[in-house]
């Protein structure tokens, strides 16, 4: 394994490598061979968090809600931490959940799939649910289960999206297993959102993001230049729900969606596409069983 200079000072420091008794003008600090063979043998059994969420290209909120419920673990040995990074984790749970979704079938985009980060586009005013939905689908109560779609760059979890519509997407007061409270992230709920994870929360533009946070409805943190109050995208989640939201639970165009909101005059809108949540819940309620209302 590869060790830069500074890394090896901090690993001597704090006692983890044993410098070696012998010295001399040309090798003035020598480390001894024994123990970075066992420092070695260590830091072997790590696994690489930023390998995992590439791999399947999981947002940051997923890997913290697998935290959260210990299907995944920080490496807790400090030394591989000064060697291997802050994103180093205990080798045994990661292997374990990556061969578990490596292991998934791999399906072609036309083979009624779609994957999460899609599917999590009918989902607002809560959490996008990562955990739970991984753990029905591993479990094989998922109905469709899950899939992987094979991208140039990384897989994607994938979903049946006749069984995402009906059991996934949906508001905060939706009935489905499929639900992750932000108090279930204990240790790990920060009280800060990046502008992306904001977008996938809200299900809209950055764009749109600068327009709430211009109106008031999100408020951004002046001390971290991209840091941004999550209490207020939940509170904004739970008020107003996106165009692009309700054509996904629909499984309509966002022409679609205004042609529908024309018709409803009754519900309420702030402007660049949020309407008041509540009010077009009940629009949604009524038009889901319409199959074929656009056309």
């Known amino acids: 394994m ?12 704090n006692g983890h490598l044993k410098r070696a008794e012998f010295r001399s003008d040309t090798f ?3 480390i001894l061979r024994s123990s970075a063979v066992e420092l070695r043998d260590r830091a072997q059994k790590w696994f690489d968090g930023s390998l995992f969420k590439r791999v399947f290209d999981l947002p940051r909120v997923a890997m913290e809600q697998l935290f959260a419920a210990g299907w995944l673990a920080e490496e807790p040995d400090p030394t591989i931490r000064i060697l291997r990074g802050d994103q180093s984790l205990a080798g045994t749970s990661a292997n374990h959940l990556f061969e578990l979704l490596k292991a998934l079938n791999e399906v072609q985009p036309n083979a009624g799939y779609i994957s999460l980060d899609v599917a999590f586009t009918g989902v607002g005013g809560r959490e996008k649910p990562w955990l739970p939905v991984l753990r029905g689908g591993l479990n094989g109560k998922l109905p469709g289960g899950l899939a992987l779609l094979k991208g140039p760059k990384s897989y994607k979890i994938a979903v049946h999206e006749a069984g995402a519509r009906a059991l996934i997407m949906g508001g905060p007061d939706t009935s489905t297993p499929y639900i992750f409270d932000h108090q279930y992230y204990g240790i ?4 800060w959102l990046s502008l992306c994870e904001i977008e996938r929360y809200l299900n809209c533009t950055a764009q749109d993001v600068s327009w709430l946070r211009r109106r008031g409805h999100i408020t951004k943190f002046t001390e971290e230049k991209s840091r941004y109050c999550r209490a207020s995208v939940r509170e904004t989640g739970l008020k107003f729900m996106s165009t692009r939201e309700a054509a996904a639970r629909l499984a309509v165009s966002p022409k679609d969606i205004w042609m529908l909101l024309d018709a409803h005059p009754e519900v309420p809108s702030i402007g660049q596409g949020f309407h008041d949540r509540e009010a077009l819940e009940i629009v949604l309620k009524a038009e889901a069983p319409k199959s074929s209302w656009w056309s």
């Open 188 to 191: 790990y709920d920060r009280s």
């Open 28 to 30: 003035p600090s020598l």
């Open 2 to 13: 590869s060790v830069s200079t500074s890394c090896i000072g901090e690993l001597v420091a």
